[in-house]
């Protein structure tokens, strides 16, 4: 029996078992918050070849994940041994499910539901190639679908990092879950972010119709199927689906890497582009619109289109009901926030000191410095805003991200630049 204890964290509930380990939740005295804890099975803490094999798949996921700070990736906290146990401690979403479910013919969610899924599991994957993390595992099980129709990449054990300031010993070898293999990968060859790619494309392909595109008896026919042979159409299976993703379906599962979307944004970029009338991407839509919005903004000047359409959809985008607290005073807060319409009132000790308007900007040092906020934002009116901080940046090409910074530097030398002017004409009277 399993101690109520592991580590510092106190265990609360048995939520799940899988293949790995145990899953709890539990309470971490030191962030007061509860977590998930999953404790491997005891087996694994034998000195055997597979058990220590096992361990270093367990720590992979650990090494993998901790590199990753994104809103649809499952966050990692922490990884150790207490006694023969080694347990991980990960975020905890109540009420998730696994896409399992929704790939059967009777079970399938609303296109737009499924449609909104890929293209974040696209961005949530973008994000880790450009970090340097292949995650070699996509697959309903290990994707998370939340009560709130949002999403949680997880399961990094099989992860490659291809980090250059990472020590990390590779796993090499066919890893991963056969079915939902790339070529490349099926095959024991090199591969890139493209074979997720490949795997996303065969997951999204089986949450539309029902089927799996490369189902067979045996390890040797799967290979086949995943090195050979084309999918059926979706056409023989419904026909409410547009005639464009026949083609980004398609994209996405060409045998030769080449061939594929070369980033996941580019592949969220035509999801969003065919779907732009659809509820599905309703956190997404509008992105002509928001275009519009942001070229026509100061801080943007000299941006090319494709910077604009980089950052559109790498950043957050909030919206705001008049009197709501945006920052609060003393908070720890690292972003920096761009007014997109509406008027936003900034007080310091309880006095108004300044008001923002479209194109306006605050949150300069807090973004720059990561200390406490010295000041609050208060929506006066409806306001929307664009939220940027370094793990949403990270998600642009590097090109967009050296024009946002000397944009950003620009910004904050106008705002010394009026401070020193006010202080000087202050001193005068």
Not at 93 to 118: F, G, H, K, Q
Not at 127 to 132: D, E, I, K, L, S
Not at 193 to 203: A, E, V, W
């Amino acid at each position: 029996m399993l101690a109520e204890k592991i580590g510092k964290y106190e265990l609360v509930e048995r939520l799940a078992s899988g293949s790995m380990g145990t899953v709890y939740s539990a309470h971490d005295p030191f962030s007061n918050r509860l977590v998930a804890v999953k404790v491997a099975h005891p087996q694994y803490a034998e000195d055997s070849a597979n058990a220590r094999k096992f361990r270093k798949l367990f720590f992979n996921e650990a090494h993998a994940a901790g590199v990753l700070d994104h809103p649809n990736i499952l966050r990692v906290f922490d990884a150790d041994i207490d006694g023969s146990s080694c347990y991980l401690v990960m975020e905890l979403i109540e009420d998730a499910e696994t896409l399992e479910p929704y790939c059967s013919a009777d079970n399938l969610l609303p296109l737009p539901d499924t449609i909104n899924i890929v293209y974040k599991v696209a961005k949530a994957l973008d994000y880790a190639h450009r970090q340097g993390v292949i995650h070699r595992d996509i697959k309903p099980s290990n994707i998370l679908l939340t009560g709130d129709r949002d999403i949680k990449l997880a399961d990094f054990s099989v992860a490659m990092v291809t980090r250059s300031d990472t020590m990390q010993t590779q796993f090499t070898g066919v890893l991963g879950s056969p079915l939902y293999m790339s070529p490349e990968q099926i095959n024991d060859q090199s591969i890139t972010g493209g074979s997720d790619i490949f795997s996303l494309g065969t997951l999204a392909y089986q949450m539309l119709t029902g089927t799996h595109p490369f189902q067979a008896e045996s390890l040797v026919a799967i290979n086949q199927k995943i090195s050979n042979n084309e999918p059926r159409p979706l056409t023989e299976f419904r026909q409410d689906l547009p005639d464009e993703l026949n083609y980004t379906l398609g994209r996405m599962l060409k045998k030769h890497p080449g061939e594929r979307y070369a980033t996941g944004l580019d592949l969220a970029a035509d999801l969003a582009l065919i779907f732009e009338d659809l509820d599905a991407v309703a956190d997404e839509d509008g992105l002509r619109e928001k275009f519009g919005t942001i070229k026509s903004l100061g801080f943007f000047k000299g941006f090319a289109d494709a910077d604009i359409w980089e950052l559109i959809r790498a950043c957050t985008w909030q919206t705001f009901s008049p009197g709501e607290s945006i920052l609060r005073e003393g908070d720890m807060d690292h972003s920096f926030y761009i007014v997109l319409s509406g008027v936003v009132i900034i007080e310091k000790e309880g006095s108004v000191v300044n008001l923002l308007q479209e194109g306006d900007c605050f949150g300069e040092m807090g973004f720059l410095s990561g200390s406490r906020r010295i000041a609050s934002a208060i929506a006066r009116t409806d306001v929307s805003l664009m939220k940027v901080n370094d793990s949403t940046i990270d998600r642009a090409a590097e090109g967009t991200q050296l024009r946002f910074h000397k944009a950003f530097v620009r910004t904050l030398i106008d705002r010394l630049t009026d401070a020193t002017s006010l202080l000087s004409q202050l001193r005068r009277a």
